[in-house]
């Protein structure tokens, strides 16, 4: 599907290009842009962390992870490859993992992700949710 620009002098599609002949990092330029503006691809998104590896036993990384208005954990990674590379394998994976995310855990990786104080951290997301206490129940 072609995109295209629009001007004084009508439509023209826009040539077909890549990240790499552009001169666009994956994660340098695009990871850094989505993480100043994540509204541009998620709105109503707290960022949490970035490159998020908290796991046992596996070095993956979660490019960015935030969380929603409804306390859902959202995964944003960032491919710019052609072939997939596997990504609803990669999508999969990344769910089974952030799903046993607590919500002291969410604060403690904001904590670090902002560098601030716990207590500060959490009641930056209490706001954020509109929560007066954590509710499991409704977390992630």
């Avoid at 998104?45 to 490019?63: G, P, Q």
């Avoid at 944003?76 to 490859?81: M, W």
Wanted: charged share 35%.
């Amino acid at each position: 599907m072609a995109i295209y620009e629009i001007g004084d002098n009508g439509m023209k599609p826009l040539e077909k290009t890549f990240y790499g002949f552009e001169g666009i990092s994956e994660r340098r330029d695009l990871q850094r842009l989505i993480k100043e503006r994540v509204e541009a691809v998620a709105k109503d998104v707290l960022l949490i962390a970035e490159e998020f590896c908290n796991w046992e036993d596996s070095k993956r990384r979660i490019d960015l992870l935030g969380i929603d208005k409804q306390a859902n954990l959202v995964v944003i990674e960032l491919k710019c490859a052609d072939d997939g590379s596997h990504m609803e394998l990669q999508a999969i994976r990344y769910a089974a993992m952030v799903s046993a995310m607590t919500f002291d855990k969410a604060v403690e990786t904001l904590s670090v992700f902002l560098q601030g104080d716990e207590a500060d951290t959490r009641a930056k997301l209490l706001d954020f949710l509109s929560w007066e206490e954590p509710d499991e129940e409704r977390f992630a």
